[in-house]
T-cell receptor, first 113, second 110 residues
Framework: EPEVTQTPSHQVTQMGQEVILRCVPI?????FYWYRQILGQKVEFLVS????????KSEIFDDQFSVERPDGSNFTLKIRSTKLEDSAMYFC???????????FGPGTRLTVT | KNEVEQSPQNLTAQEGEFITINCSYS?????LHWLQQHPGGGIVSLFM???GKKKHGRLIATINIQEKHSSLHITASHPRDSAVYICAVRSQGGSEKLVFGKGTKLTVNP
């Protein structure tokens, strides 16, 4: 069964460093998402991406964040200068089309020290 | 702003018991998702529904659009059902983003 994959599973970085989190959505899906979950808190929406552009973003998704689909398979989230408060689990998700069920990847745990 | 509330926050049951987890939301939605989060953190989609009822194995999800309420039921619960169950909604109006509840932590004891 097709699944969303994410790498790495765990990333440790120092404050101020740039990180790139990678996702491979399900191959025929058209919509892609990033969510994050700070430890002990609920999952929060960051950004949605369709047709090679951001379709919606939250207040959390400020200028420090960017997303890209560099080729036909990968979908990346870049944090330019990490802060301690960026420590969280980051989930990628995709769906076939608008209104369809979203499928989640296993997550990348980002720890900023 | 759409708020999603779940109850209870924590639930402990004995193996074999019937489990109900509730979710209520504040604005009109186009769909509601029930998700399962395992201790390792991964999220698995259980159901997406916009009306009525869906069943998959021992899991049943219902939704009442008028009352803005959904329930997830687990029949004949088993220790392997222990996980966090999360309700998430997609609002009306074309947005694809999901708004999540805080989750219900279920522990099923043998």
């Amino acid at each position: 069964e097709p699944e969303v994959t994410q790498t790495p599973s765990h990333q440790v970085t120092q404050m101020g460093q740039e990180v790139i989190l990678r996702c491979v959505p399900i191959s025929n899906h058209l919509y892609f998402y990033w969510y994050r979950q700070i430890l002990g808190q609920k999952v929060e929406f960051l950004v949605s991406f369709y047709n090679n552009e951001i379709s919606e973003k939250s207040e959390i998704f400020d200028d420090q964040f960017s997303v890209e689909r560099p080729d036909g398979s990968n979908f990346t989230l870049k944090i330019r200068s990490t802060k301690l408060e960026d420590s969280a689990m980051y989930f990628c998700a995709s769906n076939l089309n608008a209104g369809y069920e979203q499928y989640f990847g296993p997550g990348t745990r980002l720890t900023v020290t | 702003k759409n708020e999603v509330e779940q109850s209870p926050q924590n639930l402990t049951a004995q193996e074999g018991e019937f489990i109900t987890i509730n979710c209520s939301y504040s604005v009109g939605i186009s769909a509601l998702h029930w998700l399962q989060q395992h201790p390792g953190g991964g999220i698995v989609s259980l159901f997406m529904l916009s009306s009525g009822k869906k069943k998959h194995g021992r899991l049943i999800a219902t939704i009442n659009i008028q009352e803005k309420h959904s329930s997830l039921h687990i029949t004949a619960s088993h220790p392997r059902d222990s996980a966090v169950y999360i309700c998430a909604v997609r609002s009306q109006g074309g947005s694809e983003k999901l708004v999540f509840g805080k989750g219900t932590k279920l522990t099923v004891n043998p």
